[in-house]
């Protein structure tokens, strides 16, 4: 089994700047891609980036520019700085990784609980 641990979320000012991370941990061989998702109340959950083991990375057009994502193999942990954030960036930012348990193994996606991101106007 594999725990996502979300952290960094908190209500900031719109034009501020909040660093997420994300933390994987249990029975971990190795993780494929590492995303971030957020849902905002009454909408759909929807993709804000992602990043392959290698670090080819993948944006949302909404947050192109603004947001990066990083990880850190060593630590299997995920980040994603927001910077220029506006009032419409506000949801639950939720992490998603695509872990192989076992060397041969197929490759299980897990579920973070989330983090809010509240940005004032």
């Known amino acids: 089994q594999v725990q996502l641990v979300e952290s960094g979320g908190d209500l900031v000012q719109a034009g501020g700047s909040l660093r997420l991370s994300c933390a994987a941990s249990?029975?971990?061989?190795?993780?494929?891609?590492m995303a971030w998702y957020r849902q905002a109340p009454g909408k759909q959950r929807e993709s804000v980036a992602a990043?392959?083991?290698?670090?080819?990375?993948y944006y949302a057009d909404s947050v192109k520019g603004r947001f990066t994502i990083s990880r850190d193999n060593a630590k299997n942990t995920v980040y994603l700085q927001m910077n220029s954030l506006k009032p419409e960036d506000t949801a639950a930012y939720v992490c998603?990784?695509?872990?192989?348990?076992?060397?041969?193994?197929?490759?299980?996606?897990?579920w973070g609980q989330g983090t809010q991101v509240t940005v004032s106007s």
């Open positions: 990043i392959t083991a290698d670090g080819t990375t």
């Open positions: 249990g029975r971990i061989f190795s993780i494929n891609v």
């Open positions: 998603n990784s695509r872990v192989v348990g076992n060397p041969g193994g197929y490759e299980v996606g897990y």
